[in-house]
């Protein structure tokens, strides 16, 4: 199981809380104590945020970052809003549909 899977089976029914990025990575370690806790970042499956090196894909956005903590909104969230790299905006989501005026994460 990748850590995708891993992260959106343990968060089941956790709609709309909000956690740390610590939480979280407790929350998958205790659903599956194998799992290396560094593997766990809740950043790379964020809608509003992007990491330049990871291709940016619909079907595994799970978070909506504030901050440094986390806003669970399941897989296939209807996300409405801004995508930011590094405090930039570069893109934006419209009806749970997104794109980029940037070149990024494509």
């Known amino acids: 199981m990748n850590i995708f899977d891993k992260i959106l089976s343990s968060m089941k029914n956790q709609e709309d809380k909000i956690f740390s990025c610590e939480e ?10 194998d799992t290396n806790r560094s593997s ?7 809608y509003n945020m992007i990491n330049k090196g990871i291709k940016f894909r619909k079907d ?9 903590e986390y806003r669970y909104l399941g897989l296939n969230y209807n996300y409405n809003g801004k ?9 934006e989501w419209k009806n749970g549909e997104f794109s980029f005026w940037e ?4």
Do not use: M
């Not at 979280?24 to 659903?31: G, K």
């Open 24 to 33: 979280i990575i407790d929350i998958v370690i205790d659903y599956y104590p």
């Open 40 to 46: 766990v970042i809740p950043s790379d499956y964020c």
């Open 60 to 68: 595994n956005r799970l978070f909506e970052n504030h901050g440094g």
């Open 83 to 91: 995508i930011y790299w590094k405090g930039e905006s570069v893109g």
């Open 103 to 106: 070149y990024v994460g494509k």
